[in-house]
C-alpha cells in the first residue's frame, strides 16, 4: 500500500499549512488514518487520528489548533494545522492501518514524511 503525503513547508509562526495523504491502490479499508511526527532528536508521536466511522482524536500540544479530516471514498485525508508554532516543525508522516480485503489481514503503511517547518 503507497501512502503518500504532500503540503508540507516554510511557514511564519501563527501560520496555517494544509497536509494532505492519499493511498493509490484500491483498498478494501483504512482505519485509522493517521497522522504523526518526528522532531529532531525526539520520537516520533501520534498528531492526530481519524477511524472509518468519523471519531477523531488528537495529541494534547495540537487540540484546538489542527483538525484531522478525510474522504474514504478516495482514501485520502487532511491535516489542517492553524496556529502554527516554532514546537510544530517536524517531519510529518501519514500512517494508514490497511486491508485489503474483507478478509485480508491488517497491515500499517507509512509514507515518506512531508517537512514543516515553522520560523520567521
Known amino acids: 500500500v503507497h501512502v503518500v503525503e504532500s503540503g508540507g513547508g516554510l511557514v511564519q509562526p501563527g501560520g496555517s499549512l494544509r497536509l494532505s495523504c492519499a493511498v493509490s491502490?484500491?483498498?478494501?479499508?483504512?482505519?485509522?488514518m493517521s497522522w504523526y511526527r518526528q522532531a529532531p532528536g525526539k520520537q516520533r508521536e501520534l498528531v492526530a487520528s481519524?477511524?472509518?466511522?468519523?471519531?477523531?482524536d488528537y495529541t494534547d500540544a495540537v487540540k484546538g489548533r489542527f483538525t484531522i479530516s478525510s474522504d474514504n471514498a478516495k482514501n485520502t485525508w487532511y491535516l489542517q494545522m492553524a496556529s502554527l508554532k516554532p514546537e510544530d516543525t517536524a517531519v510529518y508522516y501519514c500512517?494508514?492501518?490497511?486491508?485489503?480485503?474483507?478478509?485480508?489481514?491488517?497491515?500499517?503503511?507509512w509514507g515518506r514524511g512531508t517537512q514543516v517547518t515553522v520560523s520567521s
Open positions: 500512517h494508514a492501518r490497511a486491508r485489503m480485503g474483507r478478509f485480508s489481514y491488517w497491515t500499517d503503511n
Open positions: 491502490e484500491r483498498v478494501f479499508m483504512i482505519d485509522p
Open positions: 481519524i477511524t472509518s466511522s468519523g471519531s477523531t
